[in-house]
């Protein structure tokens, strides 16, 4: 597939994507209000920010295997967290 990477994924509905960032990862995703929910529930507020100029959410990176799995969880899109 043209352009595909593997840190991507865009479904005929859902797309994930966690990329490095300065001090962190950035999660540009499809909104989904129970991923919202459990993202604040189950990280702290001092590792998420919310960016919105961009709307996607900023996490440390001791939580990028936690951000994949509610990817999957909720929006049903495999991504691979990136080497920081």
């Known amino acids: 597939m043209s352009g595909y990477s ?3 994924h865009r479904s005929s ?3 994930a994507q966690l990329t490095p960032t300065r001090g962190g990862l950035a ?3 499809t909104y ?3 991923l919202v929910a459990d993202l604040k529930a189950r990280i702290p ?3 998420r ?3 919105p100029a961009r709307k996607r ?3 440390a990176p001791q939580y990028a295997d936690l951000v994949a799995g509610l990817c999957a969880t909720y929006l049903g899109v495999q991504i691979v967290v990136p080497k920081i």
């Open 32 to 34: 989904d209000s129970g």
């Open 45 to 47: 507020a001092d590792g």
């Open 57 to 59: 959410w900023l996490v």
């Open 49 to 51: 920010r919310w960016d």
């Open 6 to 8: 593997s840190r991507y």
């Open 13 to 15: 509905l859902n797309y």
């Open 27 to 29: 999660l540009d995703c």
